[in-house]
């Protein structure tokens, strides 16, 4: 079976050798260029912007919350909600969120690191709506400073949120502006006006409200025990 290779002269062994390294050349170059694709497409995802919205509860209010936390700028930033996106604070005219320019006109430019914070929502409010959405499925698009286009999915639910108590937590500058503002209070003290003591009882206030909660709670715990009946 391998007697030709007996018969092979030392010049066909050197054809074979060169067709060999061909071969293996062939391979590495194509292995080489794969890994340059890769680590192109890998930094060029590293330096693009990337557009994030989110929600966000603070005691009981829900905030939207749009932030770059990309490494460039992106530009052109618009914004689609399916279904269209409502809030029981702007149907009281408590907001005008659903009419602000970011979400109607989109954002011309989003630096990295820049976010914006938008009041949207009541949260015990909005869970006694059966009629209001409480997902939303959001499609963002922008481009880059190369005009490359990009576009991000994401879903919006406020169910997430339901339940959920959190704690704001306050830096240097809100501690600086409440030192400012004692300041400005006890220098208005003086012997003609005197110290105003007013009795205010938190406990009870945070009983009502405990149990407000509570009961809307209860309230959708029957609701969807009767949503599951034949």
Same mark, same amino acid.
């Given at each position: 079976?391998? &007697? ?220 969807? &025990? ?5």
């Amino acid at each position: 079976m391998w &007697s030709w290779l007996v018969g092979l002269t030392s010049e066909n062994w050197q054809a074979i050798g060169s067709i060999g390294t061909l071969v293996v050349a062939v391979f590495a170059a194509a292995y080489a260029r794969n890994q340059v694709s890769e680590a192109r497409r890998i930094r060029l995802e590293q330096s693009q912007p990337q557009v994030v919205i989110d929600l966000e509860a603070h005691s009981l209010l829900i905030q939207l919350v749009i932030q770059n936390t990309g490494p460039t700028t992106a530009r052109n930033v618009r914004f689609t909600f399916d279904p269209a996106l409502e809030s029981t604070l702007d149907e009281r005219g408590k907001t005008k969120v659903l009419s602000s320019k970011i979400l109607t006109d989109g954002i011309k430019s989003l630096p990295p690191g820049k976010s914006y914070r938008l009041l949207l929502e009541h949260g015990p409010d909005r869970y006694k709506r059966s009629d209001l959405a409480r997902s939303y499925e959001v499609t963002v698009v922008f481009t880059d400073s190369q005009r490359s286009a990009y576009r991000e999915q994401y879903t919006l639910d406020l169910d997430v949120l339901y339940g959920h108590t959190s704690v704001n937590v306050y830096g240097i500058h809100e501690v600086a502006q409440a030192v400012r503002e004692i300041k400005k209070i006890v220098g208005g003290w003086g012997n003609d006006h005197g110290l105003r003591v007013t009795a205010w009882d938190g406990d009870k206030h945070d009983a009502e409200e405990r149990e407000y909660i509570q009961g809307l709670r209860e309230e959708q715990l029957r609701e969807r &025990s009767r949503s599951h009946l034949p």
